[in-house]
């Protein structure tokens, strides 16, 4: 029987960001692989460079994320898109190794929602899901992925 000491820590973050394009405008960048090529190029001090290890950009594409150096932690992360939503604009990526399991995070979940708002604005929402094993509650997060 499981005690609260041995139980896993959940949590959820959450972040908004307006734009000023159209939502299907913005989906063209997250729905896919343009994200991740994209990343580098603008948060470099973070990310370095992203591959496609697996995929076309659809449900099971799997990505190996690397940070930029001097990043603490594990210099790499994988992870799998697990839902590509093009209807709703809705894309759910699940870290499947590196950074975040090797931090104590037994699931890692990150959901990038494109909501419209009128013709040609839209939000950006991005939600990042965690539990973490009993013992790791004080390991900081790593940067939230964007891709």
């Not at 994209?38 to 990505?63: A, C, F, H, I, R």
């Not at 790499?76 to 709703?88: H, W």
């Not at 190794?97 to 979940?109: H, T, V």
Request: proline fraction near 6%.
């Amino acid at each position: 029987m499981a005690t609260d000491l041995t139980k896993a820590m959940k949590g959820s973050l959450c972040h908004e960001y307006e734009t000023e394009l159209p939502a299907a405008d913005v989906w063209e960048v997250y729905g896919g692989l343009l994200a991740g090529q994209l990343v580098p190029q603008l948060v470099p001090e973070v990310y370095s460079k992203v591959e496609l290890v697996q995929g076309d950009g659809g449900v099971g594409t799997v990505l190996l994320v690397s940070f930029s150096p001097g990043t603490p932690g594990s210099s790499t992360f994988k992870e799998k898109f697990i839902k590509i939503d093009n209807e709703n604009y809705i894309k759910e990526e699940l870290i499947i190794g590196g950074g975040f399991p090797d931090r104590g995070f037994q699931k890692y979940l990150i959901r990038i929602e494109i909501i419209g708002k009128e013709e040609k604005t839209s939000i950006v929402r991005s939600t990042v899901e965690y539990e973490v094993h009993h013992g790791h509650e004080n390991n900081p997060l790593l940067p939230v992925p964007v891709v």
